[in-house]
């Protein structure tokens, strides 16, 4: 057996025990990235320097039986939206390819306290916008499972990496299902904290009232892990909650006593593939076989989620966009291009006595943010931006976005009176397994409606999980969605852990070229 077929707390073990150190177990996924990673595209960098150095520097504090933190060493990949000082932090758009941020986001710098060792950074969709990570403005991510196949999005690089075992750990976010759907769809753990649980300082916002940040790991145990080392509160981000922060770790081996497992029945209609459907069903009955009671519970406005969430999400996403214009972030175009390009059109409307057209050109800076703009940013993003633009203009705004804010509050209260009746949700992550790369890249429709399951959660702020729960004919692998109140991530984990050590679904590994 290798290291890195190891879990991260198993590695913890071997490290605190000192049969291992960090150099080796990050030489070890390293390794990995060189020998995989050119076939499945999960890393837009690595900084193998960086990373043995940060490795290194932890094996020595360890030899001088210093106090360690709580990674000790570990190796962990993050979403290439999180600010790394100094280091490329690029939302996989040409926007921000050149972007370096003088700060550390707060996740990032609570990494590193915990002594953390950063491999890299992971491919996404651009700006977080997409479920398959096609919108990468970069490379493409391929499913490990099955190289013809999407990863999921918009964190497919970090769940291919932990499902290739190229990282034990993942940071990464979640807006409407970018932490889930990748994790259902490559077999792996993926965790959505409460809105307000894990700071969101550094970063880059799409829609600042839905984003979180998250773990992805292989088993609960190691999720469990990771969020502890993430939640808490930061002064740096107003919608951080003050609450103490559980110990996850200590907890998650403790089943649910008693555990009332909620079932919603309009979940399983149109539109859901038979066999996720099928191995849902079968998780929920071992749970029954755990001793839990299954009851239906109703979430009357859950069939809203997909046309509300597509309403807030572009909404906040245009507001967020507005500072890419080419002068406080990022990539500029040519701006003497434009002027000539700009003075050329002048001259051809005055020839033409167009004097409407003349009263409409552009000023130099407008077409400046205008092309800088339409250069740098890819289609999907272009459109969310048209999308959020048009809902909040006059006249439009009561019709869309107040409307969209009143649905959203009944969908929570939905979830409030679902949490009355029973601990957890349970439930699909997404509507099928994963689908053949380019198949839905030209149907935004049919992308927006793989996210059925998962938005409800951000929209009502509350915690979600997905954990592996079988696999398709094919050999692709199906999540089960839970769902626990808000701030319960303990009971979230615990739940989760009780189906892993009643199941194996967690211990498949794809096997990849040449192993
Ligand atoms: N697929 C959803 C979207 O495209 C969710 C993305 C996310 O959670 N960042 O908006």
Redesign the pocket.
């Known amino acids: 057996m290798s290291l890195t077929d190891l879990s991260a707390v198993e590695l913890l073990d071997r490290l605190d025990a000192r049969h291992v150190t960090s150099t080796e177990v990050v030489q070890a996924f390293l390794d990995r990235i060189e020998r995989y990673d050119r076939r499945i595209g999960a890393f837009l960098r690595v900084d193998r320097e960086a990373a043995l150095d940060q490795a290194a520097a932890v094996d020595r504090k360890r030899q001088a039986g210093e106090a360690l933190g709580r990674l000790g060493g570990l190796p962990v990949a993050i979403k290439d939206l999180l600010a790394t000082q100094g280091e490329p932090t690029t939302c996989a758009s040409r926007m921000l390819e050149d972007f370096r941020p003088p700060y550390d986001a707060t996740v990032i710098a609570r990494l590193k306290a915990a002594d953390g060792v950063i491999l890299g950074k992971t491919n996404m969709?651009e700006f977080?916008?997409?479920?398959s990570t096609e919108n990468s403005a970069f490379r493409l991510t391929r499913n490990p499972w099955d190289t013809t196949r999407i990863p999921g999005?918009?964190?497919g690089g970090s769940a291919a990496a932990v499902a290739a075992a190229m990282a034990p750990l993942s940071v990464a976010?979640?807006?409407?299902?970018?932490?889930r759907?990748p994790a259902s769809w490559c077999g792996v753990v993926g965790l959505k904290p409460t809105y307000g649980r894990v700071s969101r300082y550094g970063l880059v916002a799409?829609?600042s009232s839905?984003?979180q940040i998250g773990p992805l790991a292989r088993t609960v145990e190691d999720a469990a892990l990771l969020l502890e080392v993430l939640a808490g509160h930061d002064p740096r981000d107003s919608t951080s909650v003050d609450r103490p922060v559980p110990n996850y770790t200590s907890s998650v081996g403790r089943p649910l006593e008693r555990l009332r497992l909620g079932i919603v029945p309009e979940l399983f209609g149109d539109g859901l593939d038979a066999e996720v459907a099928a191995a849902v069903r079968v998780a929920v009955d071992v749970y029954r076989s755990l001793g839990a009671t299954v009851q239906e519970v109703s979430l009357p406005h859950g069939k809203y989620a997909v046309a509300t969430?597509?309403i807030i999400?572009p909404c906040e996403a245009s507001s967020n966009l507005a500072r890419y214009d080419g002068v406080h972030y990022g990539y500029r175009t040519d701006a003497q291009k434009a002027a000539a390009r700009l003075e050329a059109e002048r001259k051809a409307l005055e020839q033409a006595g167009d004097r409407a057209g003349l009263d409409n050109l552009d000023t130099a800076l407008v077409r400046m943010y205008r092309q800088t703009r339409s250069e740098a940013f890819g289609p999907?993003v272009k459109r969310?931006i048209m999308l959020g633009t048009y809902a909040l203009s006059a006249g439009y705004y009561d019709a869309y976005y107040l409307k969209a804010m009143k649905v959203r509050r009944l969908v929570r209260e939905d979830f409030d009176r679902a949490f009355e009746q029973v601990d957890l949700i349970a439930g699909p992550v997404t509507p099928m397994p994963a689908y053949p790369i380019g198949e839905k890249v030209n149907d935004p429709l049919a992308?927006?409606l793989?996210?059925v399951y998962?938005?409800c959660t951000?929209l009502a702020g509350i915690a979600g999980l997905s954990i592996p729960c079988g696999f398709s004919s094919r050999g692709l692998p199906i999540g089960l969605h839970l769902q626990a109140p808000a701030f319960e991530e303990e009971r979230l984990l615990r739940g989760a852990a009780m189906y892993q050590r009643a199941t194996a679904w967690h211990t498949r590994r794809p096997s990849l070229d040449g192993e």
């Open positions: 969709d977080a916008m997409g479920g999005g918009s964190s976010s979640d807006t409407g299902g970018s932490i759907a799409f829609a839905l984003d969430y597509y999400a999907e969310r992308m927006y793989c996210d998962t938005a951000n």
